[in-house]
């Protein structure tokens, strides 16, 4: 039997890397998957590609975040799980950052986290049950040179998801955090462009010797999202390959 036969799920920044395998991967258990994403013609490929419903949303928009919540319950009739995995980042060092760039990293790695919790939170507390998995990073456990602002927010996203899971235990919904390592995502792709022997040297360091699969990612996230996590709750997993062990 599949363990999502009957459940809604959302997952956001969907259109690619972690998103795009997790959403696979619920589909493939049987859940009926929101793939959302600022990026609409990637969120509808993948879609296409899993038998799921494409939804653009800016997560950094908390009345999208709730417009996108309130249509899925209305047409799905119900919310059961979310994802919380919407990203994005720069790297540089701290000292050449500015507001605007701030402002823009906290959006939309540690707000809208905050934006879509608090979206289907109520749709959850209604039913009496509800998984959420946020996606964080290493970063955010052990800090990382370059991506200073990232680091912070990403911590912020691993406090709040305990916090969170302590607040709405009561109601049956759980809320446990991913941190992913180096991952070969367009992100990864994008920030590592012309810093190749600073990636070699990454990779020599860590253990197994290589960047993690989106794939790999996706399997920890589902794990949190199935029946098989039904008594773990406020926990952070690294997949990091062992670069860091906490």
Not at 80 to 104: P, Q, Y
Not at 127 to 152: C, L, M, P
Request: aromatic fraction near 4%.
């Amino acid at each position: 039997m599949s363990r999502f036969a009957g459940r809604v799920a959302i997952v956001t920044g969907a259109a690619s890397g972690i998103g795009r395998a997790t959403a696979r991967d619920l589909a493939a258990e049987g859940a009926t998957v929101v793939v959302a994403d600022i990026d609409q013609a990637g969120a509808e490929k993948v879609a296409a590609e899993i038998g799921g419903i494409a939804k653009k949303v800016d997560v950094t928009d908390a009345g999208q975040a709730r417009s996108l919540a309130a249509g899925v319950a209305q047409e799905q009739g119900r919310i059961d799980i979310l994802v919380s995995n919407a990203g994005w980042d720069r790297a540089m060092r701290f000292i050449d950052t500015d507001e605007e760039f701030w402002d823009k990293v906290l959006a939309i790695n540690l707000r809208g986290h905050l934006a879509m919790a608090h979206a289907v939170i109520p749709h959850m507390i209604q039913r009496g049950w509800g998984r959420i998995v946020t996606v964080a990073s290493d970063a955010g456990r052990v800090g990382s040179t370059g991506e200073v602002v990232y680091s912070g927010a990403k911590g912020g996203v691993i406090a709040f998801s305990k916090g969170l899971a302590r607040e709405v235990a009561r109601h049956g919904i759980n809320v446990n955090c991913v941190a992913p390592g180096l991952t070969d995502t367009p992100l990864l792709t994008g920030m590592t462009e012309g810093a190749e022997k600073l990636m070699a040297a990454i990779i020599r360091s860590i253990p197994l010797g290589r960047v993690g699969k989106p794939e790999e990612v996706a399997r920890a996230i589902v794990f949190f999202a199935s029946p098989d996590a039904d008594y773990v709750t406020g926990q952070t997993l690294s997949v990091n390959g062992g670069l860091t062990m906490l």
